[in-house]
């Protein structure tokens, strides 16, 4: 830390001398390709705002203070608005988007400039036959194996955004052990840590796991654990969807706790939440163990979205040892009418059903049947109405009928949770949702793809008053930067990477609604991404400045 901050005061002195004239010599004539002009300064520390321009040549803030006398190539207008580095997404799933369309307006519009993905699963690696079985999935003919070939494959068609990849727990267990609900042997297990070798040494930022989902909820901690350690050795973090949020939240975070001590490496907690009636009001009890394992001197953090309702697959509703095997063998076992009766007698006293509320506690967005579309952003007691059967027959209808799972909003936490969790200063946020493009912006979505970081600054920091702004920023800049260990963005300082934003504090907000959701966030005015101008005056450019953001070198870190 010393060292950074050394080197960073180093950079403002000499990009000082740049600006600054010599005594006794005149000015110095020096042209910044973008100035942002006439700001009001939030750096992403959480210090005070402070009014000063903005230079940048190339990817990189040179200069930070008066400005005016300095002529530059692009300049923008930020009079009346606040200049702050570009926010940070811990968990975002736009990596496949982009692939659509690499503009992501939906994430821009927020004042997004990097995303974090790979929640559990990552694009790759891949075995030959997943990477056979995929492409025939796909009409655009692109193909991949390794996570590698992923992100080559993402830069070379170009992106607005940066992206930073974890390999996901889930994609070595697969590869090795298919979906089936056992350990692995010794050799497995050694062939499962090459792989996540492999992809630590493509650039990953770290590990990451998903522990409600096959197949990673049959790993054992200690498989976990070992995982964890080849990404440490390579300076890599942990970042874990916990394996329970509901009734034994405790137990799950014993569970991240003792992997990020034996493995030696950073925790992050994916979408902190308590979920389920029955556990609102327990979030005290969780930041409290949160907070004795910090002084514990564990490093652990975590970061939410800013809604009470969260959003995955409609089976998610469904008994763990019925997915074993994967969403074809699930759909096959619906035809077994022993298995089947067993299925539905299991959803309507599962922890996951009963902590919704029920049936009316979820509401139904995507549905891959074409015949059954109409149910899309219906509540299930609806689409059950509509069917003219039972909730629990509804699903298992939309189950059969649907060559992978539909989606699903669900609506399972409370809003003094959400507001207690967003107090503290090592929470940040991550939308846990791709920017929505193409075809997708005709079906329902989560609010979150179009609002999360303008509610945050918006409804909780400017309306609630539960933070300062400049908190606020310092949350989806620094906070979540040093979360992935991306030293060189996350403020506004010579030196530091050009990812900027500039926008109105009294404007911005966010509009989506779970009724409505596909309105962008008002109130960014300019997006810029290593430099280049994504999003100019209210209107999005043609640019793709976006960059993989591999894991960075550090000293003793194995490469």
Not at 188 to 212: C, H, K, R, W
Request: net charge neutral.
């Amino acid at each position: 830390m010393r060292r950074r901050l050394l080197r960073l005061a180093c950079l403002a002195l000499l990009a000082a001398c740049a600006t600054a004239p010599r005594r006794g010599a005149p000015p110095l004539e020096v042209k910044f390709d973008l100035k942002i002009s006439g700001g009001r300064v939030i750096d992403g520390t959480g210090a005070p705002w402070f009014r000063a321009d903005v230079g940048v040549r190339g990817d990189t803030i040179v200069a930070v203070g008066d400005l005016s006398a300095v002529p530059a190539a692009v300049v923008l207008d930020a009079a009346g608005q606040a200049v702050a580095p570009g926010f940070i997404d811990l968990l975002g799933w736009s990596h496949q988007a982009a692939l659509v369309d690499p503009h992501l307006e939906g994430k821009v519009r927020q004042g997004v400039t990097t995303e974090a993905t790979g929640e559990g699963f990552s694009p790759g690696p891949l075995t030959a036959a997943q990477a056979a079985e995929q492409a025939a999935t796909r009409s655009d003919g692109l193909t991949w194996r390794t996570l590698g070939d992923f992100m080559r494959l993402l830069e070379r068609r170009g992106t607005a955004l940066n992206f930073a990849f974890f390999v996901g727990a889930s994609n070595p267990r697969a590869m090795v052990l298919g979906l089936a609900d056992r350990d692995p042997t010794p050799e497995e297990m050694a062939a499962m840590e090459a792989i996540v070798e492999q992809a630590m040494g493509d650039g990953a930022v770290g590990l990451s796991t998903s522990l409600i989902y096959v197949p990673a909820v049959f790993a054992e901690t200690a498989e976990i654990v070992r995982l964890a350690r080849v990404a440490a050795r390579h300076g890599g973090v942990y970042f874990t969807h916990l394996r329970d949020e509901a009734d034994e939240i405790g137990e799950a975070l014993d569970e991240a706790f003792r992997i990020g001590r034996e493995a030696a490496i950073p925790v992050n907690v994916w979408h902190l939440k308590v979920s389920g009636k029955q556990n609102w009001g327990r979030m005290p009890e969780v930041v409290e163990k949160i907070e004795a394992a910090r002084r514990e001197g564990l490093d652990v953090a975590a970061n939410v979205y800013p809604y009470t309702a969260s959003a995955t697959s409609l089976t998610a509703l469904v008994p763990v040892w019925a997915l074993e095997g994967g969403y074809k063998v699930f759909r096959e076992r619906l035809r077994d009418p022993a298995q089947r009766q067993r299925i539905a007698a299991e959803i309507p006293t599962s922890n996951f059903y009963l902590r919704v509320g029920g049936a009316e506690g979820v509401l139904v967005t995507s549905v891959p049947a074409p015949e059954l579309a109409a149910h899309r952003g219906r509540r299930l007691p609806e689409v059950a109405a509509a069917m003219g059967v039972e909730p629990v027959e509804a699903l298992l209808r939309l189950y059969e009928a649907s060559p992978h799972s539909p989606g699903a909003i669900y609506f399972s936490m409370h809003e003094d949770d959400l507001r207690t969790a967003l107090r503290q200063p090592w929470v940040s946020l991550g939308a846990d949702s791709s920017a929505v493009v193409g075809a997708a912006r005709n079906e329902p979505a989560h609010p979150r793809a179009y609002g999360t970081f303008p509610r945050l600054l918006g409804r909780y920091a400017r309306d609630e008053g539960l933070m300062t702004l400049e908190e606020a920023v310092r949350r989806v800049t620094s906070q979540a930067a040093s979360r992935l260990k991306l030293w060189d963005r996350g403020m506004v300082r010579p030196g530091m990477k050009a990812d900027l934003v500039v926008f109105d504090p009294a404007g911005i907000r966010d509009v989506a609604t779970f009724e409505d959701p596909h309105h962008f966030s008002e109130g960014v005015l300019h997006v810029v991404v290593n430099g280049a101008p994504v999003l100019r005056d209210g209107a999005m450019t043609a640019a793709l400045p976006g960059r993989v953001l591999r894991r960075p070198l550090c000293k003793g870190c194995k490469d």
